[in-house]
């Protein structure tokens, strides 16, 4: 029987999330399956794998050909270099520790990169949050600056108003005056 590793779909529409699958290649994709292996969120930023090292492992020296997205999947998680190195401690190339060093020296530089990527989008969201309050704040004074020259103009307008009203009732008395003679 030929079995492939590949994604099995679930999720909301627009919202996908998959389990990684060993499954035989003539079942439909998200029908019958061998052996859940994993998950792979895409949804989060970095998106998240959740994989069963040693089964995933199992299933590509048995045979089980990945999809493309599996592979860059496996590829990324590490399993694929595994594999490449067993199987040049199986020709000789090198011994067994010396290919559990080259992986953990991958493994710790790719977790460092991981790290960085996190802090870099960190980072990021914290600076995007500040320039969002700054423009707010200054939106806000701006705003403000804008209601207190409205508010100072009003104030003028009735004080020009009640200048104009005065003379006027000064005059009115005066011509009474001058009337009553």
Do not use: C
Not at 148 to 177: F, I, Y
């Amino acid at each position: 029987m030929a079995t492939k590793i590949r994604l099995q779909r679930h999720g909301r529409k627009a919202y996908a999330f998959y389990k990684i699958v060993v499954a035989d290649s003539r079942a439909p994709r998200d029908g019958k399956f061998i052996e859940k292996i994993g998950t792979y969120n895409p949804n989060t930023n970095p998106a998240t794998v959740d994989l069963n090292f040693e089964r995933a492992l199992y299933w590509l020296n048995t045979g089980a050909q990945p999809t493309d997205t599996a592979r860059s999947i496996l590829s990324h998680e590490g399993v694929l270099l595994k594999k490449h190195l067993q199987g040049g401690v199986q020709k000789g190339a090198f011994d067994e520790a010396a290919a559990e060093a080259k992986f953990e020296a991958w493994k710790a530089k790719k977790d460092g990169q991981l790290s960085n990527v996190k802090a870099s989008l960190a980072k990021n969201k914290e600076n995007a949050a500040k320039a969002a309050l700054e423009a707010e704040q200054a939106a806000n004074k701006a705003k403000a600056a804008a209601v207190a020259a409205k508010k100072q103009a009003e104030a003028e307008a009735k004080a020009a108003a009640e200048a104009e009203a005065e003379p006027a009732q000064e005059e009115a008395p005066a011509q009474e005056e001058a009337s009553a003679e």
